[in-house]
């Protein structure tokens, strides 16, 4: 009786190490949009990074998904890829708040090195350049509403959870 009971919770202990070992990329890999404090008037630059990406090539922000924002405290001035990204495309639109664009990891894919002791990668794909127009203490939600496209190197969806938004502050100069 001890062995079959044995046997039961070692088979169960393994049952729950896969399933956990199955699901911990889908539910950590999510899009993160950074926070920053602008002088009024100045410019800067918001970082858009997959927390924990898998083997990731594609992501693709619209036509469904939006990065959204406030065009009064904010406008966006340029995009580009980093850490082997290009965009691919993008559009921007400063009179109702929103940019929606694509990018793609060349020839590949992002693949992060796992490094001893590192439980958390937060890799920046994209940088937006944004111009704060809004009065000292006007402040922006960035919220990616939604990944219309999320792919790995084989062209296979990648599951995303939901984005962390990002804020930008306007301080005093």
């Known amino acids: 009786m001890s062995f079959s009971r044995s046997l039961l919770c070692r088979v169960l202990a393994i049952g729950a190490l896969l399933l956990l070992a199955g699901c911990e990329g889908s539910y ?5 949009v950074s926070t ?15 927390l924990n990406p898998p083997d990731a090539q594609t992501i693709q922000v619209g036509p469904t998904g939006l990065l959204t924002f406030d065009p009064g405290v904010i406008q966006v001035t340029g995009l580009v890829g980093v850490n082997g990204f290009t965009l ?54 960035l919220t990616i509403t939604g990944v219309d496209v999320f792919t790995d190197r084989v062209g296979q969806p990648i599951p995303i959870a939901p984005g962390q938004p990002g804020t930008v502050v306007i301080i005093a100069p």
């Open 28 to 32: 950590r890999t999510r899009v993160i």
């Open 36 to 50: 920053v404090n602008l002088p009024a008037g100045g410019t800067g630059v918001i970082r858009i990074s997959l």
């Open 88 to 141: 691919l495309g993008s559009t921007v639109n400063n009179t109702m708040g929103w940019v929606q664009f694509a990018a793609g990891f060349a020839g590949g894919s992002i693949r992060p090195i796992v490094a001893p002791g590192v439980s958390v990668l937060d890799i920046a794909i994209i940088e937006m350049t944004v111009q704060a127009v809004g009065a000292v203490g006007a402040q922006t939600t």
